[in-house]
Each structure stands twice: as structure tokens, then as C-alpha cells.
């Protein structure tokens, strides 16, 4: 199965991954490089996301906003105009 991981350089992200590899899961990595063009271009073989990047050590409220709320709509928004179905598990702060 196809799974796409964001936060996927973080260490819940980087044993997530590590775990889906050796169970013989293909995993896309989302990472802070990776843009949401490269990503929308891959969602027609995803067939599950965990969803774990966010911002957690800030004091900046816009850099929180940015980082958790305004990340995962973009997220959400370029599924739903991908047309496909697929589960998300949203585990951030």
C-alpha cells in the first residue's frame, strides 16, 4: 500500500516510516522541501495519509497558525480537488 506521511523528518514521522518500509508499505514522504504540487501530483496512488507535521516550539502565533492550521487545509484542499477518497489520521499538536 501507498501511504503518504507528513512530518515525515520527525522522530514519530522518521519511525513511522521506518515501520511502514520493513512491513513492506511504499511511503511518500512530505517534508518542509516537498511543495504541494509535488504532492498533489502523487495523491492518485495514495491510499492512506498520516498526517503529523506541525509546529510545536514557537512563540510566534502566525508561525503556529501557519505551520498546523493553514498546513493542513492546504493539505485537505488539495485532496478534495484530487477528487479521491482518502483516509487521513491527523495526529499534531
Given at each position: 500500500?501507498?501511504v ?35 504532492m498533489?501530483?502523487q ?51
Amino acid at each position: 500500500m501507498k501511504v503518504l506521511v507528513t512530518g515525515s523528518q520527525g522522530y514519530i514521522g522518521k519511525t513511522l516510516c521506518w515501520w511502514l518500509k520493513n512491513a513492506g508499505h511504499e511511503v511518500v514522504e512530505f517534508t518542509k522541501e516537498t511543495t504541494f504540487e509535488e504532492m498533489a501530483e502523487q495523491l492518485s496512488d495514495i491510499k492512506f495519509i498520516v498526517h503529523l507535521a506541525g509546529v510545536i516550539h514557537t512563540n510566534d502565533s502566525k508561525e503556529y497558525i501557519n505551520g498546523n492550521y493553514n498546513l493542513t487545509v492546504k493539505l485537505v484542499e488539495k485532496i478534495v480537488a484530487s477528487g479521491y477518497d482518502i483516509p487521513i489520521i491527523y495526529a499534531s499538536s
